[in-house]
């Protein structure tokens, strides 16, 4: 779809409204450039644009596949194309959204097809049209004011990733585990936005030394600079949530622990109550059976005292003769077992190479 298509002389818009396609072609050979602006076109749009203009095959081919990283292509005739990919991030889903622009830059035109919500472009028009000494410049001003345009909306991506990495390193770092699946998924976004940043870099140098006007190179220096300082922020995004990852994972090996911990204190509580009723559990079970020699000789409180009480202690007394006589043997092994275990960063020597003393 078509969203607007100006022709420009001496930095001064020519005409009001939109130039019909056809015409926009003649009137590339004449004084200034034509700016076509397309939005989703389908093939047959683009197909039409490539048959007016002369583009390369190959250069419409590009526009219409999605790209992970922007890029720059020369093409025959002096047709340059510029892949650049716009963002803007969704604080509700915690997601960058992710747009492209392909943009055909030719000394007499300037063709942008844009893909995706994330990719509007006419701010930028609006401001170029307000300098009309950087306009006057050709086409290679369009290009500076997409840049800046697509720069400029990175600002706010970088900090919306910063205010959610902010609060998981705030969860983290307090003693609570943050959703590891929150981690991985701002981590991806910050690889993803900065495959989007960092080449671009180049792209923007190319097309700063490619610039022969004088009066454009200040303003691209400005974009580099400020494309320069937001990679190098979500570089440090992207390193700092690895960081927070581990530490979250170290977090959450502790509670992990501790759980474990509290289970086994369970564990050995239960086990003590256990022991301690089975022989109850035997007496009872043995004065329960009603032997008539038990029922003769339980004549009075004395019997009770000696068969009852006494087949309780005693019991109780040999168990815990015995885990006191078994507690340091479990000690010993589990000593030697360590002393010959090695330790990661030492192997051990086979006892027919070991150096006799």
Not at 141 to 148: F, G, M, P, V
Not at 263 to 268: P, Y
Not at 335 to 352: F, K
Request: overall charge negative; glycine content about 6%; aromatic content about 8%.
């Amino acid at each position: 779809m078509i969203i607007d298509c100006a022709h420009y002389v001496n930095g001064r818009r020519q005409g009001e409204g939109p130039v019909p396609l056809q015409d926009a072609a003649a009137l590339c050979k004449e004084d200034g450039f034509v700016w076509l602006g397309l939005f989703e076109p389908d093939a047959e749009e683009l197909t039409q644009v490539r048959k007016t203009f002369g583009l390369h095959e190959l250069a419409v081919e590009d526009a219409q596949t999605f790209h992970l990283r922007p890029k720059l292509e020369t093409y025959d005739h002096d047709v340059r194309l510029v892949i650049l990919r716009t963002a803007r991030y969704d604080d509700a889903a915690e997601e960058v959204e992710f747009g492209e622009i392909s943009v055909f830059l030719a000394p007499s035109f300037v063709i942008t097809v844009r893909q995706g919500v994330a990719s509007e472009l006419h701010g930028a028009r609006l401001r170029l049209e307000q300098r009309p000494e950087l306009l006057a410049a050709g086409t290679a001003s369009a290009l500076w004011a997409i840049l800046d345009q697509v720069v400029d909306g990175y600002a706010p991506v970088v900090a919306g990733l910063e205010h959610d990495i902010d609060e998981i390193e705030a969860t983290v770092f307090s003693g609570s585990a943050a959703p590891t699946e929150r981690i991985y998924s701002l981590r991806r976004e910050a690889t993803d936005f900065y495959r989007a940043v960092h080449p671009l870099l180049a792209v923007v140098a190319t097309a700063e030394r490619a610039t022969g006007k004088d009066v454009l190179q200040p303003y691209l220096r400005d974009v580099q600079d400020h494309l320069t300082l937001i990679n190098e922020e979500v570089a440090a995004q992207r390193d700092l949530l690895g960081t927070v990852l581990e530490a979250n994972l170290s977090v959450i090996s502790v509670e992990q622990t501790r759980v474990g911990v509290r289970q086994n204190a369970t564990m050995e509580r239960l086990t003590v109550l256990a022991t301690v009723f089975l022989p109850l559990t035997f007496i009872t079970g043995f004065f329960g059976q009603n032997f008539s020699w038990l029922v003769d000789h339980m004549t009075g409180f004395a019997p009770f005292l000696i068969y009852g009480i006494g087949g309780l202690l005693i019991p109780l007394a040999v168990l815990m003769w015995w885990l006191r006589r078994d507690t340091p043997r479990n000690e010993q092994r589990t000593e030697s077992r360590a002393s010959e275990t090695p330790t990661p960063n030492q192997t051990p020597i086979p006892s027919e190479t070991r150096i006799p003393r």
